[in-house]
């Protein structure tokens, strides 16, 4: 029978590799202290660096490797414990934009091979939402809603909830603009709003307007409202100082309560 998983392993934001220890030493270190015979030791560290893509990097030190390639490392120390549950504690937040991307689907792919546990903390929504399976949203200490990503995307609790899911966020209105859905407050996410040169609901002046390519993202100035980002084709015709018209989607408004809660 195979051994019983043990103990909870933690993978922390800044690596905590021994610096003079090879890769192949480093991932072991635990299984030394915990006086795993060498046989043993061998099997897993091997297999955890096939796991990992590290094998060619074994007798490398971490001097020697990219940011990326260390995390892996620090992650091969963990999975050779086969503990019941991984602790993962910001664990990409000193890596660059590129090779977080890259990291966020090892680490996802690397969940359905080993198939355990991964409780992992961050405060990139993004990597919440690509990630998580379940997703618990703690403001202050205080949870403030526990469910999978899309459920905290269609159907926020509260305003601490529908700001943070989503990129960009979501917008606000409050006021006199907010009265004819009948909730002091509403939101409105970017991608929720029909843009128009001609009519709409509101008629608005661009300000920044972000071209990414597949996206073009506006930050509309609409009196008596404010500011709202709207979401729009990459090759939406729009430059700053431009009028346009803005048409929520009655259909996705999340309506808000004086405390801040959701209206159902």
Not at 38 to 47: C, G, N, Q, S
Not at 160 to 166: D, E, S
Not at 198 to 223: C, I, P, Q, R, Y
Request: hydrophobic share 40%; charged share 25%.
């Amino acid at each position: 029978a195979a051994p019983a998983k043990r103990g909870l392993a933690m993978v922390f934001q800044s690596y905590a590799l021994y610096p003079h220890m090879t890769v192949r030493k480093n991932i072991a270190f635990p299984l030394k202290m915990a006086k795993a015979s060498p046989e043993v030791i061998e099997k897993k560290v091997t297999e955890a660096a096939r796991v990992l893509n590290l094998t060619n990097y074994l007798e490398r030190r971490p001097g020697q490797l990219s940011g990326g390639q260390r995390q892996r490392v620090a992650i091969g120390r963990a999975i050779v414990r086969e503990p019941s549950a991984f602790l993962f504690d910001e664990p990409l937040s000193n890596l660059d934009a590129a090779l977080r991307g890259t990291m966020r689907l090892e680490i996802s792919e690397l969940h359905h091979q080993l198939k355990t546990t991964m409780i992992y903390v961050t405060h990139d929504q993004v990597e919440a939402m690509t990630m998580a399976d379940k997703i618990v949203v703690l403001n202050a200490g205080n949870i403030e809603q526990v469910g999978s990503p899309l459920d905290l995307y269609n159907k926020p609790d509260n305003l601490f909830v529908a700001g943070f899911i989503g990129s960009p966020r979501m917008n606000f209105v409050k006021g006199e603009s907010a009265k004819p859905w009948n909730a002091p407050t509403v939101g409105i996410r970017p991608e929720h709003i029909r843009l128009s040169k001609d009519a709409g609901t509101w008629k608005g002046v661009v300000g920044v307007a972000e071209h990414l390519g597949s996206d073009t993202f506006l930050h509309v100035n609409v009196e008596g409202v404010g500011m709202l980002t709207v979401r729009a084709d990459g090759d939406f015709p729009v430059t700053h100082g431009d009028i346009v018209h803005l048409t929520p989607d009655d259909g996705r408004i999340h309506r808000f309560d004086e405390s801040d809660k959701a209206i159902r």
